[in-house]
C-alpha cells in the first residue's frame, strides 16, 4: 500500500493569513452557544461498542435508516470515505476497479489507489452543467467494476444529481455486484429545503457525511457512513484496527448538535441564503467569467477566461488584495478556481470586489 501525498490538503493546511477568505470548504465556524451545553456535557467517557448509541439513534431517525446502518466516525467525512471504500473492496483482487468523477475532491480519487485499485474516469463536463451522463457510466462498469464514486452536490461545482440518475448508478451498478459510493456532505446545503439522503436510491449504496461543511463544526470531526448492514459492518471491523473506539467528548456533543440541529440549519441558512442572491448578482455583471450556479452547497467553480491561469489569480489575490480563492489545479481544471460563500456577507462582497479588481489586473476587459 502506498500513500500518495494530497497535493489539495497541503495547500489547505499551508495557507496564509488573509483578510478575505474565500477558500474554506465549509461555512463560517458555529458559534458553541447554538449547541446549549451544559455541564454534564464535559464527559471524558460514553459507554460504546460500535460507537454511540444515541447518536447512531438521532442519525438513523434524521436520516429514515435502520440502527444497523449507521456507523459514526470521530474523523470525519475523509475517514468515513476511507472506511468506506476499505470496506466495499475487501476481499477484492488488485485488479477490481474503481470509477471515479471527474474533476473530484482529490482524497477520493487517491483512497482507491492507495488501496491498490486502478481507477477509471467518470467525466463531468463543464460544457454539459456537470451531469452525470449514464450512457458513459454504463459503459464504464465492467465485471471487474466493484466500486463508483461520486459527490452529491459535487465538489467542486456544486451540481445536484437527481434522485432518478442516482437510482439507475446504484442499478447498474448492482448488475454487476457493485456498489455506490456517494460523498453527500454539501447536500446538507440545499436552501429552503430537507432532501433525502442518497442512502435511498438503492440498496447497494453507501453513503458518507458530517457536520463540517454545511453546519460549521469542523472541530468536531463528526463524520458517519450510511448503507447496506454488511459493508457497515465490515467498516467497523476496519475501525477496530485505526481507531477502535470515538473521542467521547466529540460524540457527547455531535449529540447535542443533532438536537439542535434546527436552529444550526437556520443560521446556517441565514448566511448561504442572501449570500447565493450575492454570488448571482455578480456573474450576472462579472461576464469574463462562466460558472453553473448551483441550486445549494457553499462553493462555486468558475471558468476563467482564457490567457488567465487560475494559480497566477490565486497567487495575485492574495498579495495584492489579501484575499484567497483555491485554484483549480487540486481540483483537475487548471482554468477554474473554487469560492466558498459561506461566509457573512459583507466578507463575501469585498472579496468578490477583489476578484473583479484581479481580473482586471491580469487580463483585458472583455
Same mark, same amino acid.
Given at each position: 500500500?502506498?500513500?500518495?501525498?494530497?497535493?489539495?490538503?497541503?495547500?489547505?493546511?499551508?495557507?496564509?493569513?488573509?483578510?478575505?477568505?474565500?477558500?474554506?470548504?465549509?461555512?463560517?465556524?458555529?458559534?458553541?452557544?447554538?449547541?446549549?451545553?451544559?455541564?454534564?456535557?464535559?464527559?471524558?467517557?460514553?459507554?460504546?461498542?460500535?460507537?454511540?448509541?444515541?447518536?447512531?439513534d438521532a442519525i438513523a431517525a434524521r436520516y429514515r435508516v435502520g440502527e444497523d446502518q449507521v456507523f459514526t466516525v470521530s474523523g470525519g467525512t475523509s475517514l468515513a470515505n476511507w472506511?468506506?471504500?476499505?470496506?466495499?473492496?475487501?476481499?477484492?483482487?488488485?485488479?477490481?476497479?474503481?470509477?471515479?468523477?471527474?474533476?473530484?475532491?482529490?482524497?477520493?480519487?487517491?483512497?482507491?489507489?492507495?488501496?491498490?485499485?486502478?481507477?477509471?474516469?467518470?467525466e463531468r463536463r463543464f460544457g454539459d452543467r456537470y451531469v452525470i451522463d449514464l450512457d458513459r457510466f454504463r459503459r464504464l462498469v465492467s465485471r471487474r467494476t466493484r466500486l463508483a464514486?461520486?459527490?452529491?452536490?459535487?465538489?467542486?461545482?456544486?451540481?445536484?444529481?437527481?434522485?432518478?440518475?442516482?437510482?439507475?448508478?446504484?442499478?447498474?451498478?448492482?448488475?454487476?455486484?457493485?456498489? *455506490? %459510493? #456517494?460523498?453527500?456532505?454539501?447536500?446538507?446545503?440545499? $436552501?429552503?429545503? !430537507?432532501?433525502?439522503?442518497?442512502?435511498?436510491?438503492? &440498496?447497494?449504496?453507501?453513503?458518507?457525511?458530517?457536520?463540517?461543511?454545511?453546519?460549521?463544526?469542523?472541530?468536531?470531526?463528526?463524520?458517519?457512513?450510511?448503507?447496506?448492514?454488511?459493508?457497515?459492518?465490515?467498516?467497523?471491523?476496519?475501525?477496530?484496527?485505526?481507531?477502535?473506539?470515538?473521542?467521547?467528548?466529540?460524540?457527547?456533543?455531535?449529540?447535542?448538535?443533532?438536537?439542535?440541529?434546527?436552529?444550526?440549519?437556520?443560521?446556517?441558512?441565514? *448566511? %448561504? #441564503?442572501?449570500?447565493?442572491?450575492?454570488?448571482?448578482? $455578480?456573474?450576472? !455583471?462579472?461576464?469574463?467569467?462562466?460558472?453553473?450556479? &448551483?441550486?445549494?452547497?457553499?462553493?462555486?467553480?468558475?471558468?476563467?477566461?482564457?490567457?488567465?491561469?487560475?494559480?497566477?489569480?490565486?497567487?495575485?489575490?492574495?498579495?495584492?488584495?489579501?484575499?484567497?480563492?483555491?485554484?483549480?489545479?487540486?481540483?483537475?481544471?487548471?482554468?477554474?478556481?473554487?469560492?466558498?460563500?459561506?461566509?457573512?456577507?459583507?466578507?463575501?462582497?469585498?472579496?468578490?470586489?477583489?476578484?473583479?479588481?484581479?481580473?482586471?489586473? *491580469?487580463?483585458?476587459?472583455?
Amino acid at each position: 500500500m502506498k500513500t500518495p501525498e494530497l497535493s489539495y490538503i497541503a495547500w489547505a493546511k499551508a495557507m496564509p493569513a488573509v483578510a478575505v477568505n474565500l477558500a474554506r470548504s465549509g461555512i463560517d465556524y458555529c458559534p458553541p452557544s447554538l449547541l446549549r451545553l451544559g455541564p454534564a456535557d464535559l464527559v471524558t467517557q460514553l459507554p460504546v461498542q460500535y460507537g454511540f448509541a444515541p447518536l447512531r439513534d438521532a442519525i438513523a431517525a434524521r436520516y429514515r435508516v435502520g440502527e444497523d446502518q449507521v456507523f459514526t466516525v470521530s474523523g470525519g467525512t475523509s475517514l468515513a470515505n476511507w472506511l468506506a471504500c476499505a470496506a466495499a473492496l475487501h476481499g477484492c483482487p488488485p485488479r477490481t476497479e474503481v470509477i471515479v468523477e471527474r474533476p473530484t475532491y482529490e482524497p477520493l480519487l487517491q483512497i482507491p489507489r492507495m488501496l491498490g485499485h486502478p481507477v477509471r474516469r467518470l467525466e463531468r463536463r463543464f460544457g454539459d452543467r456537470y451531469v452525470i451522463d449514464l450512457d458513459r457510466f454504463r459503459r464504464l462498469v465492467s465485471r471487474r467494476t466493484r466500486l463508483a464514486i461520486v459527490t452529491n452536490l459535487h465538489n467542486p461545482s456544486g451540481a445536484r444529481i437527481d434522485a432518478g440518475t442516482l437510482g439507475e448508478m446504484a442499478s447498474i451498478m448492482a448488475r454487476v455486484g457493485g456498489l *455506490l %459510493l #456517494v460523498d453527500e456532505v454539501y447536500l446538507e446545503c440545499l $436552501f429552503d429545503q !430537507r432532501t433525502a439522503s442518497c442512502v435511498h436510491a438503492g &440498496p447497494n449504496v453507501i453513503t458518507t457525511n458530517s457536520l463540517t461543511k454545511a453546519y460549521g463544526l469542523d472541530g468536531l470531526r463528526a463524520g458517519w457512513m450510511l448503507g447496506p448492514p454488511a459493508v457497515i459492518r465490515r467498516a467497523m471491523l476496519i475501525h477496530d484496527l485505526l481507531g477502535n473506539n470515538g473521542v467521547a467528548p466529540g460524540e457527547q456533543l455531535t449529540l447535542r448538535a443533532f438536537e439542535r440541529l434546527d436552529a444550526i440549519h437556520a443560521r446556517a441558512q441565514s *448566511l %448561504l #441564503v442572501p449570500n447565493l442572491a450575492r454570488v448571482r448578482r $455578480f456573474f450576472a !455583471r462579472e461576464r469574463r467569467v462562466q460558472a453553473l450556479l &448551483p441550486e445549494g452547497g457553499n462553493v462555486v467553480f468558475p471558468r476563467l477566461p482564457a490567457g488567465i491561469a487560475s494559480d497566477a489569480l490565486a497567487a495575485h489575490l492574495v498579495r495584492e488584495y489579501s484575499t484567497l480563492v483555491v485554484p483549480g489545479r487540486f481540483f483537475e481544471s487548471p482554468r477554474h478556481i473554487r469560492f466558498s460563500f459561506g461566509m457573512r456577507g459583507a466578507q463575501l462582497s469585498q472579496g468578490l470586489r477583489n476578484l473583479s479588481r484581479g481580473l482586471d489586473d *491580469l487580463g483585458p476587459q472583455q
